[in-house]
Nanobody, 115 residues
Framework: QVQLVESGGGLVQAGGSLRLSCAAS????????MGWYRQAPGKQRELVAT???????NYADYVKGRFTISRDSAKNAVDLEMNSLKPEDTAVYYC?????????WGKGTLVTVSS
């Protein structure tokens, strides 16, 4: 069992930065691929970035070069550093832990980017 709690969302102007954090509980965190997803109003949930247990990262094209995902296994945490934010980045951001065959989700944190 993995429980995920996100923090760090808020309101920021276009071009600004935010750092999201996800605190994970459960012994299986270190074995899970972690990720961040987002869901904008009226749209489906989409991938933002993932990081494996070997620290291999994968980014959606629309955030490459602007967002950075990282994990701290000692703290059971995964962060998402977001720079050069755009209004289209506005969404609820969800932390995800994938440990086959289970998928765990946090409740999400809202990021609003004003133009």
């Amino acid at each position: 069992q993995v429980q995920l709690v996100e923090s760090g969302g808020g309101l920021v102007q276009a071009g600004g930065s935010l750092r999201l954090s996800c605190a994970a509980s459960g012994r299986t965190f270190s074995a899970a691929t972690m990720g961040w997803y987002r869901q904008a109003p009226g749209k489906q949930r989409e991938l933002v970035a993932t990081i494996t247990t070997a620290d291999t990262t994968n980014y959606a094209d629309y955030v490459k070069g602007r967002f950075t995902i990282s994990r701290d296994s000692a703290k059971n945490a995964v962060d998402l550093e977001m720079n050069s934010l755009k209004p289209e980045d506005t969404a609820v951001y969800y932390c995800n832990a994938y440990l086959w065959p289970m998928n765990y989700w946090g409740k999400g944190t809202l990021v609003t980017v004003s133009s």
